[in-house]
């Protein structure tokens, strides 16, 4: 059974730019969110889909976006990239109620 | 607001010895579940074990077990036996019981292991 993955794996981008992540959940799963992580903030909750609708929001600026298809994938999207948005963005998706599984990440680096 | 809290950045520990990890969380829920993440190099969060709040008896899965205080809202993670592999980045997690999809993460405690 293929895990959660997440394209690409590694992304510079500059300053100013806008970029698009991917997560592809386990198969059958409908529940996707996404979680920024740097060194100085941790863990932060981003969003989260269910079928194709934004269920729960973090605390983030509306330049951070999301989507979800019908066949559960999602996209990330950040528009006018800053530094301070380097990090490394995981997504994970769940079926019931504890299981979720994280992908590997996608580390974003902006120059 | 939700908390979490671990007190150790750093831990090392002898292979096949024993060591635990803190964690303590803040919460003004009833029903809620912790859990104990993974990451190594590979960045792959990993689950380790989930509690259930409501649940008193401490959950164990096979050299991973949790002294879980409800009470003092501590959940601390032993690991026995400790391997090379147990090498890793591990976070401490929680997550509200029946509307909350969201994780609220501890910063992380890196644990060395010893050859």
């Known amino acids: 059974k293929a895990g959660v993955t997440q394209t690409p794996r590694y992304l510079i981008k500059t300053r100013g730019q806008q970029v698009t992540l991917s997560c592809s959940p386990i198969s059958g799963h409908r529940s996707v969110s996404w979680y920024q992580q740097t060194p100085g903030q941790g863990l932060q909750f981003l969003f989260e889909y269910f079928s194709e609708t934004q269920r729960n929001k973090g605390n983030f600026p509306g330049r951070f976006s999301g989507r979800q298809f019908s066949n559960s994938r999602s996209e990330m999207n950040v528009s006018t990239l800053e530094l301070g948005d380097s990090a490394l963005y995981l997504c994970?998706?769940?079926?019931?109620?504890?299981?979720?599984?994280f992908g590997s990440g996608t580390r974003l680096t902006v120059v | 607001a939700q908390t979490v809290t671990q007190s150790q950045p750093e831990m090392s520990v002898q292979e096949a010895e024993t060591v635990t990890l803190s964690c303590t969380y803040d919460?003004?829920?009833?029903?809620?579940?912790l859990f104990w993440y993974k990451q190594p190099p590979s960045r792959q969060m990993i689950l380790v074990i989930r509690?259930?709040?409501?649940?008193?008896q401490n959950a164990t899965e096979n050299r991973f077990s949790v002294n879980f205080q409800k009470a003092a809202k501590s959940f601390s993670l032993k690991i026995s036996d400790s391997q090379l592999g147990d090498a890793a980045m591990y976070f401490c997690?929680?997550?509200?019981?029946?509307?909350?999809?969201?994780?609220?993460f501890g910063t992380g405690t890196s644990l060395t292991v010893i050859p």
């Open positions: 509690q259930e709040a409501y649940k008193q």
């Open positions: 994970a998706s769940r079926w019931g109620e504890y299981g979720y599984t």
């Open positions: 997690a929680y997550r509200i019981g029946n509307t909350g999809n969201q994780f609220y």
């Open positions: 919460t003004s829920e009833s029903d809620y579940y």
